[in-house]
C-alpha cells in the first residue's frame, strides 16, 4: 500500500472487502497515521465491490489465455491498459494523459503526452453509471429500511437455515446492517441477506431455560428407562417346520 501511494498520492478514500488484513487493528492504524478514510463493504455481497471483482476476472481470464496461447501476460496488460473503453479513453491514457507503445507499429505523434478534457470525461463517466442504474432498477426494487431492535431472520451459511437475530444499529454504508443474535454474536450483512418478520425476539433468559428445560427432559427420559424392569420378551408367534424337514413314517 506505501509503495502505490508513494506512487500514486494518498487517496481521500479507500474502499475494499471485509478481508482480515483490511479490518485488523494494523491496518486501522496506518489509515490513521496516513490520513485517508477506509471503508468496508458487506460481508458475503460481491455486488457492493464489483468494480474490484470484474477487474480481477478480467485479469484471470487475461492471464489464462496467455498461458494456453503461450505468450507473455505482460504483453497483455500492456495492450488491456492502452485499450480505449467505451466512450471514454484508455485507462492509460486516462492516468498518463499519453498512449503507451505497444509491439503494434504506430506513428510518433499518436504518443505524445495530450491533456484530455476532465469535465468530460467526468460527465461521461457519470452517464455511464446512470445508464447501468437504469438497466438494473428495470429488474429489481429498493428494500425497506431497518430500524433498531427489529427482529429479522438471515442466513449465516449460504445453504443453511435462517437464524433469529435483531437490528443493532446502521453500519453507516447504503443497505449495511450491524446485527446481534441471541448468543450476543456481532455480524455486519447487506440488507439482501436480511428477512424482516412479525416474530417476537428471543431474548437470552428464554433460550437459557429452552436449554436447561432440554437437559432435564433429557435425564428424566434416562430416569424413567432406567428404572423399567429390564427383561427379554419372547415372540407369541407359532412356529411351523418347513415340510422339507418333517420326517416320513
Known amino acids: ?109 499518436r504518443l505524445r503526452p495530450k491533456c484530455g478534457n476532465l469535465k468530460n470525461t467526468q460527465t461521461k463517466m457519470k452517464q455511464q453509471k446512470m445508464n447501468q442504474k437504469q438497466y438494473y432498477d428495470k429488474s429489481s426494487k429498493p428494500l425497506p429500511e431497518l430500524q433498531p431492535n427489529d427482529t429479522i431472520r438471515f442466513q449465516h451459511k449460504p445453504k443453511g437455515k435462517r437464524d433469529q437475530v435483531i437490528v443493532v444499529r446502521n453500519n453507516n454504508i447504503p443497505n449495511s446492517y450491524v446485527i446481534e443474535t441471541p448468543e450476543g454474536q456481532i455480524f455486519k450483512r447487506n440488507r439482501k441477506h436480511l428477512l424482516k418478520t412479525k416474530e417476537e425476539k428471543i431474548e437470552q433468559t428464554s433460550l437459557e431455560e429452552a436449554n436447561e428445560n432440554n437437559h432435564n427432559d433429557f435425564d428424566n427420559i434416562n430416569n424413567e ?5 429390564s427383561f427379554v420378551r419372547r415372540s407369541e408367534r407359532s412356529v411351523k417346520k418347513p415340510t422339507r424337514l418333517i420326517e416320513e413314517c
Open 1 to 109: 500500500m506505501k509503495s502505490v501511494f508513494a506512487r500514486h498520492c494518498i487517496p481521500t478514500k479507500f474502499r475494499s472487502d471485509s478481508g482480515s488484513q483490511y479490518v485488523s487493528a494494523e491496518f486501522r492504524q496506518f489509515a490513521e497515521s496516513w490520513g485517508f478514510t477506509h471503508t468496508v463493504s458487506s460481508p458475503h455481497y460481491q455486488q457492493s465491490n464489483g468494480l474490484a471483482e470484474k477487474f480481477v476476472q478480467s485479469v484471470k481470464k487475461m492471464l489464462s489465455k496467455s498461458k494456453q496461447d503461450g505468450k507473455d501476460p505482460y504483453i497483455a496488460m500492456l495492450k488491456y491498459r492502452n485499450t480505449p473503453l467505451e466512450n471514454l479513453d484508455s485507462p492509460a491514457q486516462l492516468l498518463m494523459n499519453r498512449r503507451l507503445r505497444t509491439t503494434i507499429p504506430t506513428i510518433k505523434n
Open 225 to 229: 428407562q432406567s428404572t423399567e424392569p
